[in-house]
């Protein structure tokens, strides 16, 4: 048996990423899985294996709800709870002879947890999959929280039966160089995509569609959404060019115009409406800071590579190294400007046919993201664990 546990999300959160990342484990061995997590996100991660066309994955998974510590601003007041739900879980695991057992997300102080009681289980294995609290890392907490900075939890008290995951090549790459003591411990794998059933599709130039996913926030760049909506409708005021929210706004302090931007929803979209409204748009825009996927993974990016669609981004590491495999899938760009430069390039001279060889792209080269070329590399890190 091998043991997952899902730490930190309740309802539809990382729910796509870890019905996945279930089937990965899956295909790289041949033995029972037990899911541990909140109980309306098991239900979640249970329909959307159910509906895969291979309905056997669900024949060897074991589904067990637990009690996950609501997300208190202070991490001293999660620890207890983290550390009564990470202890019972590796006595259970004890108890039943596992050898892995993964975090499919994680905290710091269910990290500081962990390595506090992996001393007594020596004889576990724990991967650890570390997501948006990588990004914290650089930034010195509140007092309150300074002693569980990730930071600190990452580079010390490490145990040899203790392994981070990370969801790229380019985000392993940049951990090690900010914490070099972490070179021997740290694995990837890309992040998996899943193939939406949709196909490339010729460009309309007279309607065009920008399409922002996810979350609208000044931290992920939907102010500067804004302002290029303003920008380029206003000089264009006779093309119908539309500029939509794909999810919703989460910072009030953000004055949203509606005649510049089309929010979808004012609240979490269901999956499959989510992708639906992607397949609307004809390229992706992508405004984040350059330093903002330095060690995290953009899930709005790989959603909008499934759905073959364009992108329109400011480079970092994480996208050039898709960019770069992958060739030409867009545009990446040094600033919001240059952004701006290449939309009115689109609208002022189209060119379908490198639109179309953009998607073709997409189509063929994703494959190489697919459950079942990462499983092989991630079956090899298993056996080398």
Known sequence: MIILCEPICIGFEHVEFNSTFIKIVEMCLNDKITFFG?????????????????????????????????????????????????????????????????????????????????????????????HSELDLITQIPLSRDLFFWFRWWLKYFNHPNLKYLLLGESLRDELIKELPELADISEYIDFPLVFKNYDVSNLDYSQLKFGFLGVGSMRKGFEDFLKLSNDIKTKFKEKDISFVLVGHVIDESLQVDDNLIEIISESPLEEDEYYLRINEMDYILFLHKPEYYRFTASGVFTDAISCIKPVIAIENPFLKYYFDLMGDIGYLCSSTQEIREVIEEIIINPDPERYAQQQLNILQKREKFSVEKISDKFKTILDNF
């Open 38 to 130: 909140e109980v309306t996100h098991i239900t979640y991660v249970k329909n959307i294996l159910e509906q895969n066309e291979h309905n056997n994955y669900n024949k060897n998974i074991i589904y067990e709800s637990v009690e996950i510590p609501e997300r208190l601003k202070s991490r001293m007041g999660r620890f207890p709870k983290e550390y009564r739900l990470i202890r019972d879980l590796l006595n259970y695991a004890s108890s039943n002879h596992v050898k892995y057992v993964i975090f499919t997300s994680i905290t710091s102080s269910a990290l500081a947890a962990i390595k506090i009681l992996l001393r007594k289980f020596k004889d576990i294995k724990v991967l650890v999959i570390p």
